[in-house]
């Protein structure tokens, strides 16, 4: 290697960290009380990064139209959007088996009743009624109306994953090309303004030559128990394996970051905790019959729903009320022993990446934390980034600089209610922009991307079950 190319390497012709916008009297020696940080006695100084967050509204001045097809969780957070920025989204349409989500979205957006429906059949024999679809069905039920509404002209806003297998997932992507409609993919992450200002320290060249990436998806306990043994997606085959269905946003973000095509994946991973040889001797069919470890169970039904009252949306209950709790935990999966609930999802998950130009990231999902969210490390020729999705470090191996990057989105008043970091309402806002001037490129992802990071998810459920390197076509 020449000096010229030497110094490109290392950073010292091009940027840097000059893009970055430090604020210069934040200013501190490590900005803790002006003491050197034990552990990294190097770093000098620190700073603020300051990014901008981006307004919410698309400043359309006209909205874009969308009837909601599943009017659970999902659809409402991107529906609510309509109330907050009228001027850029409509809600015209609903569509759910469930006639208390359906009645609920029709009130809220004076939805007339002849776009109600009880079945996205129903909705889409019907002749275009909107401009776009969103689609936050079960897993299960993606393939099916996003086929239809494609042929029938709407662009898509679709709930990741794409859908549960390698050939829908082609097939989705085959059929937006046929018709030249646009398909977003809820990858929210990467719209967050947390990854935002993360890829754009990486993209600015101050880390130098990105080389690994190391990315943790820490689940949580009681998020495991909810979702991925009780819940809705407990069986990999009838739903979507869980590095799909909990970590496609994780996969997306890694191959987001680095820019490049994954070519091989390695994998492994078990359901270790969650099975019926490790159920207590004595344990009940259900946490409410009287079983006597529920006590000290920390998976207890009765503690996370009824003490703790966590996860009561699944319920669609009226109010929060203890009778109401208990007698869908005495009816519904969710009040059965973890250890009796026939699900085979992994509750640890490892896989080795390799990307084009030798660029490496390894990614890991644990079920056993005490908290969710994601923990990142970059390591790049000249610098190194780490943060857990509420802030992150910058330190430059150059400059003995340390910057950080901890804005407080919630605290934005139009941000409140925004989930996954204000990610969800910045991808609708995108969304409808692409939409309205008809240009995908207005999107962080295209489809075609999208399903690039899903093959990935695929080949390595490939690579844990056959315990071989896949490479990814």
């Known amino acids: 290697m020449d000096r010229l190319e030497f110094l490109k390497r290392m950073g010292m012709l091009v940027a840097g960290a000059t893009v970055l916008d430090f604020d210069a009297t934040a200013k501190t020696m490590n900005g803790v009380g002006g003491e050197m940080d034990a552990d990294i006695p190097e770093i000098a100084a620190s700073s603020k990064i300051n990014s901008p967050i981006t307004p919410l509204d698309a400043g359309l001045t006209k909205p874009v139209t969308v009837l909601v097809i599943g009017a659970g969780n999902r659809g409402r957070t991107y529906a609510r959007y309509a109330q907050m920025f009228p001027n850029s989204m409509k809600v015209v349409g609903v569509a759910d088996t469930n006639p208390n989500r359906r009645a609920a979205m029709a009130k809220k957006n004076n939805i007339p009743k002849e776009n109600i429906f009880s079945d996205f059949n129903d909705a889409l024999s019907k002749p275009k009624m909107a401009d776009a679809v ?20 709407y662009d898509v806003l679709l709930e990741k994953p794409v859908a549960p297998t390698e050939r829908e997932c082609r097939a989705i992507l085959k059929q937006a090309h046929k018709y030249n409609r646009i398909v977003a993919v809820c990858h929210v992450l990467r719209y967050a303004p ?46 979507t394996p869980i590095i799909l269905a909990k970590s496609c946003h994780d996969l ?20 270790y905790l969650f099975r019926p040889e490790n159920m207590p001797k004595g344990a009940t069919e259900r946490c409410t019959d009287g079983c006597p470890h529920e006590a000290e169970c920390p998976y207890s039904a009765i503690d996370i729903y009824e003490r703790r ?21 005495k009816t519904t999966n969710y009040g059965r022993c973890v250890f009796r609930c026939n699900n085979d999802q992994c509750d640890h998950y490892v896989a080795i990446m390799n990307f084009e130009d ?16 994601r923990r990142t490390r970059i390591m790049g020729t000249k610098g190194f980034i780490e943060g857990d999705m509420k802030t992150f470090t910058f330190y430059d191996f150059r400059t003995r600089h340390k910057s950080v990057w901890d804005k407080k989105v919630r605290e934005i008043p139009e941000y409140r209610g925004s989930g996954h970091g204000g990610g969800d309402h910045l991808l609708v806002r995108d969304f409808l922009r692409a939409v309205s001037a008809q240009d995908p490129k207005l999107l962080s992802s295209t489809i075609d991307v999208s399903i690039e990071s899903h093959m990935m998810g695929f080949m390595a459920e490939k690579s844990r079950k056959s315990m071989k390197k896949v490479k990814i076509g």
């Open 194 to 239: 947390y990854f935002v200002a993360l890829k754009q320290v990486v993209d600015s060249g101050a880390i130098g030559d990105l080389v690994s990436i190391q990315h943790m998806e820490p689940i949580e306990y009681l998020h495991m128990a909810h979702s991925y043994v009780r819940g809705n997606w407990p069986l990999a085959d009838k739903t």
């Open 134 to 153: 969103v689609i936050a069905t079960p897993d299960n039920l993606h393939y099916e109306p996003c086929m239809k509404a494609l042929a029938l002209g």
């Open 309 to 329: 009252k966590r996860h009561l949306g699944v319920f669609d209950l009226p109010r929060k009320d203890p009778a109401l709790i208990r007698e869908k935990l």
């Open 252 to 271: 997306d973000i890694i191959r987001w970051i680095i820019g490049k095509k994954c070519k091989t994946i390695a994998a492994d991973g078990s359901l």
């Open 358 to 373: 030798g660029v490496t990231a390894s990614f890991t999902m644990d079920a056993f934390t005490p908290w969710g969210g």
